[in-house]
C-alpha cells in the first residue's frame, strides 16, 4: 500500500481556510486518495476522496496534483468544530482487500 | 438505518479472559474490518472479510480471531487477553465499489 505524510500539527483561525497537506509520492494509478477525520475518541468520519480530480462536497475541496504525488484538503472557512485529527489514506484497490490504512494524521487545532 | 453497530461500548477485562467484540452492518457490505487504536496514534488493522466465509490478517493480528458467518456479523474474538490488548477497537465496513467507509463508534477495552 501507498504510505502517506502528513505534517503531525496545525493551527487555524477561526472562519479562515484550513488547508491540509499531504504526500503520497508512491501511489499507484489505480489508488484512490481518501481523507477521514476523527474527533475525539470517535470513529473516522468520511470527508471526501478523488482519484485525479479536484472533488468538492459540502464539507471540504480536495486538491490533487497532476502527477498524483501530493493533495491537499481544504477546509474552506474553518469552524472550532473542525478541531480532529485528519488522516490522508492511500486505499488498496478492491482486489487487494480494499482497506484504509491509517497513518499518524495531522491533528488540526482552530483557534478563536 | 443504523449503519456500524458495535457492542460493547465499554469493558474491563482481567488477564487472561476472553471475550468477543461484536460488530454488524446493515447496508449488505461485502467488506468488513477491525481496527484498533492506541492512545495518540492511528489506527491499525487488524483483520478483514472482503465477504462471507472469507476472512484475512491485517497488521497487528496475533491475539485475535474473527469469523464472518453471514454477511452482516463479523466479531473480534480475543483469547488470553493480555495488558497489551488495551484499546480501543473499531469496526468499518465498505461496499463492492470504491465508496466511503463506515466507521462504529468503537469498543474501550482495559485490561487488567
Known amino acids: 500500500d501507498a504510505k502517506t505524510t502528513q505534517p503531525p500539527s496545525m493551527d487555524c483561525a477561526e472562519g479562515r481556510a484550513a488547508n491540509l497537506p499531504c504526500n503520497h509520492s508512491t501511489i499507484s494509478g489505480n489508488e484512490y486518495v481518501y481523507w477521514y477525520r476523527q474527533i475525539h475518541s470517535q470513529g473516522p468520519q468520511y470527508i471526501i476522496h478523488g482519484l485525479k480530480n479536484n472533488e468538492t462536497n459540502e464539507m471540504a475541496s480536495l486538491i490533487i496534483t497532476e502527477d498524483r504525488k501530493s493533495s491537499t484538503l481544504i477546509l474552506p472557512h474553518a469552524t472550532l468544530r473542525d478541531t480532529a485529527v485528519y488522516y490522508c489514506?492511500?486505499?488498496?484497490?478492491?482486489?487487494?482487500?480494499?482497506?484504509?490504512?491509517f497513518g499518524g494524521g495531522t491533528r488540526l487545532m482552530v483557534k478563536p | 438505518n443504523a449503519g456500524v453497530t458495535q457492542t460493547p461500548k465499554f469493558r474491563i477485562l482481567k488477564i487472561g479472559q476472553s471475550m468477543t467484540l461484536q460488530c454488524a452492518q446493515d447496508?449488505?457490505?461485502?467488506?468488513m474490518y477491525w481496527y484498533r487504536q492506541d492512545p495518540g496514534m492511528g489506527l491499525k488493522l487488524i483483520y478483514y472479510?472482503?465477504?462471507?466465509?472469507?476472512?484475512d490478517k491485517g497488521e497487528v493480528p496475533n491475539g485475535y480471531n474473527v469469523s464472518r458467518s453471514t454477511t452482516e456479523d463479523f466479531p473480534l474474538r480475543l483469547e488470553l487477553a493480555a495488558p497489551s490488548q488495551t484499546s480501543v477497537y473499531f469496526c468499518?465496513?465498505?461496499?463492492?465499489?470504491?465508496?466511503?467507509?463506515?466507521f462504529g463508534q468503537g469498543t474501550r477495552l482495559t485490561v487488567v
Open positions: 472479510s472482503v465477504g462471507a466465509g472469507i476472512t
Open positions: 489514506i492511500v486505499r488498496a484497490p478492491l482486489n487487494a482487500g480494499n482497506m484504509l490504512t
Open positions: 468499518a465496513s465498505t461496499g463492492q465499489m470504491n465508496t466511503e467507509a463506515f
Open positions: 447496508m449488505n457490505h461485502n467488506y
